[in-house]
């Protein structure tokens, strides 16, 4: 068994991949929701590049979006990339790509004459969008963006192979210190599970009263 | 300054082409082993025992909320350490990771079809004089399958895109024999960019392929 030392270095490799986790959801919806937004032009460049964007982050896996992340940045612009920034850089634009589709359905199911009416009053565009559309899809994102938050959660779990040291990572640390590899595992396996199982509860409860307001 | 090469990647492309054929091998036979755990999953849960309801309640929403890699991990170094003499090969390993971790998906996709079914429906095809056999090949099946297709297929485009984590334990899949190829040139990063063309390539094609399937099988009731 393991010590309560080690325990707590799960526990602290536990908050980084929390940490990393809501930094990345954090920096990738606001990407997202402008995306979102942009899917909506009629510029064919903007709406197919934005297309095409969405495309790579979600049918690749993540590793593979990391691996490239981790051997391009130091070639193309000749800095060395510390694991933290490397896996904040990929989560970010995973993040952002499923963001982008969270808040593209969110937007589309507004009435479209809410933007009619806006215009018809003489709002802006920047101004409907700001403070007549976006408070209304932020509701209706929520319980998606849950799922989404927890997908990253899991998904961090990646970043251990080029080195961050979150709780994947620690508890390979830890399995070495101890040789008990079962059981190292098994209780990351537990504190994933708790923080997730509780993520998603209160998605479905979130999930109720969004649907219970329309 | 370090110049883009991809012309070095094109003279090891054998290995590629070996590794997406495991890739492939094992994505299939999760898809098969998972489609399958997931129907028992399901029907279990749509059973009336209160004890196999539970289990198996417990058994998806655990390997729903924990990563691929600690499973892979558990199945690979975590079980064989408590067996004495008990070996996994990488692939079999694998396959039982992504096998537990995808059965769990798919019986919630599958309960859905199910749950969607119309009671009405049924009996009015029983009473039409259809056998319980014609309405489970012509009523239940093509409906049930209708309402999971979509669903189903984008868990079958996250098995081959999860199948890159078993690189990790070394089945010399596409990814790990993408990392053998950086190794050897030193040019990972045009390794990994032709690597997400190909594994979105993939995706896309698998996604086509539903969409056609549905289109000329499942296409939408006319009323």
Known sequence: ?214 | MYTIHFSVIFKHINPLLSGLIITAEISVLTMICATFLGVLLAIVRMSGNRLVYGLSIAYIEFMRNIPLIVLLYIVYYGVPSLIRGFILTPFVAGLIAMTLNSSAYEAEIIRGGLLGIKRNEVESALSLGLTSMQVFLHITIPHALRLMWDALGNQFIGIILGSSVVSIITLNELTYEALGIGSSTSRHFEVFILLLGIYVLLSVVLSSIFRYVKLVFLPPRKL
Do not use: H
Request: with cysteine; charged share 15%; glycine share 6%.
């Open chain 1, 1 to 214: 068994m393991i010590s309560f030392k080690q325990f707590i270095l799960l526990l602290r490799g536990l908050l980084v991949t929390l940490e990393i986790s809501l930094g990345g959801m954090a920096l990738g919806t606001v990407i997202g929701i402008v995306l979102g937004f942009l899917r909506a032009s009629k510029n064919p460049i903007i709406k197919y590049g934005i297309l095409v964007y969405v495309e790579i982050f979600r049918d690749s896996p993540l590793l593979i979006q990391l691996f490239v992340i981790y051997y391009g940045l130091p070639i193309l612009f000749n800095i060395d990339v510390p694991a933290i920034a490397t896996a904040f850089i990929a989560i970010t634009l995973y993040t952002s790509g499923y963001m982008a589709e969270v808040f593209k359905s969110s937007i589309e199911a507004i009435n479209v004459a809410q933007w009619e009416s806006a215009s018809s009053l003489g709002l802006p565009f920047l101004y409907t969008a700001r403070k007549v559309i976006l408070p209304q899809a932020f509701r209706l994102a929520v319980p998606p963006s849950v799922g989404v938050l927890i997908m990253v959660i899991k998904d961090s779990s990646l970043a251990s192979v080029i080195g961050f040291v979150e709780l994947t990572r620690m508890a390979n640390i830890v399995r070495a210190q101890t040789f008990t590899t079962f059981n190292v595992y098994a209780i990351a396996a537990l504190l994933y599970f708790v923080v997730c199982y509780a993520l998603s509860r209160m998605g479905r409860l979130l999930e109720r009263r969004t649907l219970c307001s329309e």
